[in-house]
Every structure is written in structure tokens, then in C-alpha cells.
Nanobody, 122 residues
Framework: QLQASGGGLVQAGGSLRLSCAAS????????MGWFRQAPGKDREFVAY????????SYADSVKGRFTISRDNAKKTLYLQMNSLKPEDTAVYYC?????????????????WGQGTLVTVSS
């Protein structure tokens, strides 16, 4: 089970850190990711991290501004978001999978958190 938190209202240029707490014993063996869905749009890939934390990947739209990380001891995934823009406004979801292939597609992920809303005002 995944529980996302940390969303809120922030002005453009500001920062937020999202967290995703996992329950169960398998977190350290899962690849993890963040997706987001803006109103009226499809869910899109944001960031990926492999099970050790040694490999990451980002959508071009967030590269250089967002950082994904994980703490396997705490069974928690993070997304540090800096230099936020109004177009970053969306519900953000954390996701987990046992593999690592096709991670940019939402259909590759078997486990999802409930989502946390990020609103960036201009």
C-alpha cells in the first residue's frame, strides 16, 4: 500500500516535497515512480527511480527542477520539486513495480498511491 502526501498550494517559483510512504516488506525491491494528472489531461510520467536508488529518469518537462529519491530503511519515496510553474499543477501519484521496463507508461505500474494535489499559482 502506498500513501502519498505533501501536496499543497504554492506560488510559482516555490518548492514542495512530496512523500510516498509504503507499507509491507517489499519496498526495497520495487522500482518507484511519480506520475501526475492535470484536469482534463492524461496521467503522465514525471520521474523514476530503481530499487537501489542508483538509477533515475525524468520527464523533459521537469528535468533540472525535480529530484526523485528514496529511503529504503524508512520505506519512503520522495519528490523534491523546485522552481515550480503553474503548468506543474496536477494530482501527483506515486507508483511501484517489481520490474523496471516501460516505466514511462502508467500501464507498467501495478501499485498506486491515492494522489496528492499540487497547485501552483502564478
Amino acid at each position: 500500500q502506498l500513501q502519498a502526501s505533501g501536496g499543497g498550494l504554492v506560488q510559482a517559483g516555490g518548492s514542495l516535497r512530496l512523500s510516498c510512504a509504503a507499507s509491507g516488506h517489499s519496498f526495497r525491491s520495487y522500482s518507484m515512480g511519480w506520475f501526475r494528472q492535470a484536469p482534463g489531461k492524461d496521467r503522465e510520467f514525471v520521474a523514476y527511480i530503481n530499487w537501489t536508488g542508483s538509477g533515475t529518469s525524468y520527464a523533459d518537462s521537469v528535468k533540472g527542477r525535480f529530484t526523485i529519491s528514496r529511503d529504503n530503511a524508512k520505506k519512503t519515496l520522495y519528490l523534491q520539486m523546485n522552481s515550480l510553474k503553474p503548468e506543474d499543477t496536477a494530482v501527483y501519484y506515486c507508483a511501484g513495480q517489481t520490474g523496471s521496463s516501460g516505466f514511462q507508461s502508467q500501464y507498467a505500474w501495478g501499485y498506486w498511491g491515492q494522489g496528492t494535489l499540487v497547485t501552483v499559482s502564478s
